[in-house]
């Protein structure tokens, strides 16, 4: 796993961490500090003395004029998993501003496993600031601040740390405390936020204080600009670049403001003093060069306490610029600047930090009750780019193309809010196929509201585009020519319909609108994606589009319906439609195409069976109306509706035509309860009735339903004397899917002189399937038989296999081995028979019999079919 940046970029936090561990090895390692560490008392502050023993930290305060021994010091309670590191801790004496000390205790925890509950991995540290307290002010030494730092805890994105920082100054050092966040810094570069910062006048800690996390030698580096007064206002741009995505402080958390477009409006930093390292961070896009920044200062109205900054620090991720500001930008009213950078820089990120500024007047003077609480502000910046000036149209024509000055273009248009969208959308037919991938990239960025008319109109067109012939000559090619292959997806039409799933229900109003007026192609595709993102509102919308549908078109809205139904989502909404005051109001045909949707649902939807009875019960019903309720019948059968499986077993018994009947028979084979009825129905008069019956009868046998008794003799008749051979060849079938009993397989023994191939082959299926050994002399003269179709003793091979038949093994081995030089397909096909047999039975000498198969020479289909063998499980008993 990679490190974060937060993480990797750490130490850089400052040389000031660097002076803590500086400081540190000048007081050896830690056995040397078994001897108390003293600070000598400094004016107005007592002495301490602070020991580090391995089993707690010891420190007692002393007057001015007294020597500090640690004799009677207190005992320094520590958490319990920092008690094991304070064998390798150190104290860390450091000289505030002024002359006082504070000493830092640190206990690095190197190797610790770290968590919310026990942190201290890697880096990390225990820290603790002791000092003595102030003369006259008690004898207790005071723990300014403790706890673990460089330990990130939180989200990955949004971990924080907490940090003890030292700045050096001209005369002793600030100590500071304050969070490392991942989400906040300077363009990867770590910060330290919500600082605050030890006040040696009063020797606690005071909130509020900046800190310039720029390190000394990178600011030394910086490239050094000059800003310029401009005096006309610049054009305002029709796009912001930039946009602000942290602050280090804000006064009212109001950071946004610095690039609104509104020069009334303005960010202040909120920290004590003139906010010297105070930054506000920006977003920009790495696809368009930045060649200057505009800055505005001071807003119209001013800001209670303003002052502007004298010079501040532009940084990008890999650069550092210092710009000086020419003038006192507070006491020209509206003035504006301009910085010209000294080549264009692509970047992700920009930030602005403050550096020195110009004061009011009064605030020098900090603890004068008039002094006014300086607020460095800035109202406005904004990026130079190659585009300034261009409004959203022109920048539209410029997607065309896809090169670089392109992608530029579509990161600014993203960036223009609605009016960019607009344009994006506007232009978009008018763009090459490079443009318009730039273009949707555009419209992707925006709000549901907004894409969705313009990628539902896309549906719509691509797919009325896709349902014409490509061409005349297509079109009008011979029923007979060969199938062009299926045309590359259409780019645009999947990608609208992704655009369409990720935004979901806020599509339905559009979509339903296309399903309502648009061509055939457009209405069944928005049909289908309408039942996926809002299958409730695809319900009313669906059954209000079927009148109107013919063929396929109404056959795909149905399927749409049935999509749409089987969601949990419109569960309440299919119960409203299938009340009979609602229901009544639609034609008939779509009241039958919403019980057909339902599919086997139909039983669980209240009101369900009624609306069924209300069709089915309906005089002179037409033979439409009876064919097509033969499915919902079963559904609500298959529940145990009485009323729909009695209508079910009159349309197999009674019904006056053979198609309805026969559609019965093909629903009937899940409905237990009418088997007996199917019985009789295999001997219907018509052929493809009893073809249906017989098929049901299969189905319902391999499903493990019994059938009634008598079944094996009656299709042993069928099997024996129906003239039509798909018929008998259903009847072994079903026989053969049967548990085995002596008049079925007596009748599939008999159906091997069938004078159909066909038949034959079933009856030695079903032979193999019921393990039929008294029968095996005649499956092995199937198989022997030499004049025989290739495929019936293939059959009968594996049947054999099936059986057992450990007789036929040498025989087996010969057209096994045969297949590997085969004289035609014959050869082919026994082998493989073979093979299958050979590896159900698995003689021990199956690895001596294939083994000239898994040589290099034989074909590779073969090859594997002869090893599948040798791992095969045996099915035999030696």
């Not at 009213?333 to 020195?356: Q, T």
């Amino acid at each position: 796993m990679s490190r974060s940046p937060f993480r990797s970029r750490r130490p850089r936090i400052g040389a000031a961490v660097g002076v803590i561990a500086a400081s540190s090895t000048l007081l050896g390692n830690a056995a040397a500090q078994v001897a108390p560490v003293v600070l000598p008392h400094a004016a107005g502050q007592q002495a301490l003395a602070v020991r580090i023993d391995p089993g707690g930290i010891t420190a007692r305060a002393c007057p001015a004029a007294a020597a500090c021994a640690l004799d009677g010091g207190k005992v320094l309670a520590v958490p319990s998993e920092v008690a094991p590191l304070l064998g390798s801790a150190r104290v860390v004496p450091i000289t505030l501003p002024g002359g006082k000390r504070l000493a830092k205790i640190e206990a690095p925890a190197a190797g610790k496993p770290a968590s919310a509950s026990a942190p201290g991995a890697g880096s990390g540290s225990w820290a603790m600031l002791l000092a003595a307290p102030l003369a006259g002010k008690g004898t207790e030494p005071i723990v300014l601040w403790s706890g673990w730092t460089g330990v990130a805890i939180g989200e990955h994105g949004e971990a924080r740390s907490d940090a003890v920082v030292v700045e050096p100054l001209g005369s002793g050092s600030r100590v500071l405390v304050g969070q490392l966040r991942e989400d906040v810094t300077i363009c990867g570069r770590p910060a330290l936020v919500g600082a605050s910062e030890v006040d040696p006048r009063t020797m606690t800690l005071v909130k509020g204080a900046s800190f310039q996390n720029l390190p000394a030698e990178e600011r030394r580096a910086a490239g050094k600009l000059a800003a310029e007064r401009r005096e006309a206002d610049a054009a305002a741009p029709a796009f912001r670049l930039l946009r602000p995505t942290a602050a280090s402080s804000a006064v009212g958390k109001r950071f946004a403001e610095i690039a609104d477009g509104d020069p009334k409006t303005a960010w202040s930093e909120g920290k004590v003093g003139a906010g010297r390292g105070e930054f506000v961070s920006f977003s920009s896009a790495d696809e368009v060069g930045i060649t200057g920044l505009g800055l505005r200062i001071k807003p119209p109205d001013g800001v209670e306490g303003g002052a502007a900054p004298r010079t501040l620090f532009v940084a990008t991720p890999d650069r550092l610029f210092q710009v000086s500001l020419p003038e006192d930008a507070w006491l020209k009213d509206s003035a504006g600047y301009e910085v010209k950078l000294p080549e264009e820089i692509r970047a992700s990120c920009l930030a602005v930090v403050l550096d020195e500024a110009y004061a009011p007047r009064g605030a020098e003077d900090r603890g004068a009750p008039s002094a006014p609480e300086v607020r460095v502000t800035i109202a406005e910046v904004t990026a130079r780019t190659a585009f300034d000036g261009q409004g959203p149209g022109t920048l539209v024509g410029a997607l065309a193309g896809g090169g670089e000055r392109s992608r530029a273009a579509a990161a600014l248009l993203a960036r223009s809010g609605p009016e960019g969208i607009d344009a994006a959308i506007a232009g978009y037919d008018k763009l090459d196929a490079a443009g318009r991938q730039l273009a949707r990239g555009v419209i992707d960025a925006a709000p549901c509201a907004a894409q969705i008319p313009f990628f539902t109109a896309r549906l719509a067109s691509g797919a009325a585009a896709a349902a014409r012939p490509t061409s005349g000559a297509a079109a009008a090619a011979p029923a007979r020519a060969p199938r062009a292959a299926a045309p590359e997806p259409d780019p645009e039409l999947h990608h609208a319909r992704d655009r369409i799933r990720r935004c979901g229900r806020a599509a339905a109003p559009a979509l339903a609108e296309i399903v309502k007026e648009g061509g055939a192609a457009a209405k069944v595709a928005a049909a289908g994606e309408l039942a996926l993102v809002a299958p409730a509102e695809a319900i009313p919308a669906l059954l209000d589009a079927l009148p109107g549908a013919r063929g396929a078109t109404r056959r795909d809205l149905r399927a749409a319906l049935a999509l749409a139904s089987r969601n949990g989502r419109a569960a309440p909404v299919v119960e409203e439609e299938v009340q009979m005051e609602r229901l009544r109001a639609r034609p008939e045909d779509t009241q039958l195409d919403l019980l057909r949707a339902l599919g086997p649902a139909l039983g669980r939807v209240r009101g369900g069976s009624a609306a069924f009875q209300a069709l089915a019960s309906a005089a002179s019903a037409p033979f439409a109306r009876r064919y097509l309720l033969q499915a919902p019948a079963a559904a609500l059968a298959r529940a145990g509706e009485a009323s729909a499986e009695a209508y079910l077993r009159a349309s197999l018994r009674k019904d006056a035509d053979p198609h309805v009947r026969l559609r019965a028979a093909e629903v009937a084979a899940e409905v237990p309860a009418l088997a007996p009825d199917l019985l009789a129905a295999a001997s219907d008069p018509d052929v493809r009735v009893r073809e249906a019956a017989i098929v049901a009868l299969s189905r319902a046998a391999s499903a493990g339903a019994k059938l009634p008794a008598g079944a094996a003799e009656a299709l042993a008749a069928r099997l024996a004397s129906d003239p039509w051979t798909f018929v008998r060849g259903g009847a072994a079938l079903a026989i053969g899917a049967m548990p085995a009993t002596l008049a079925g397989d007596r009748a599939l023994v008999g159906a091997l002189a069938d004078r159909s191939p066909e038949v034959r082959r079933h009856a030695l299926d079903g032979l193999g399937a019921h393990r039929a050994t008294a029968h095996i002399e005649a499956v092995r003269d199937r198989a022997e038989d030499k004049a025989e179709d290739v495929e019936v003793r293939a059959r009968a091979i594996l049947a054999l296999g099936a059986m057992c038949d450990a007789s036929s093994v040498d025989l087996w081995t010969r057209l096994a081995l045969r297949a590997k030089a085969p004289i035609g397909e014959g050869d082919q096909r026994l082998g493989s028979a073979a093979l299958a047999a050979l590896g159900a039975v698995h003689p021990a000498d199956l690895p001596a019999r294939l083994k000239p198969l898994l040589d290099k020479d034989t074909p590779h289909g073969l090859r594997e079919a002869a090893r599948a063998a040798l791992s095969a499980a045996p099915q035999c008993r030696r």
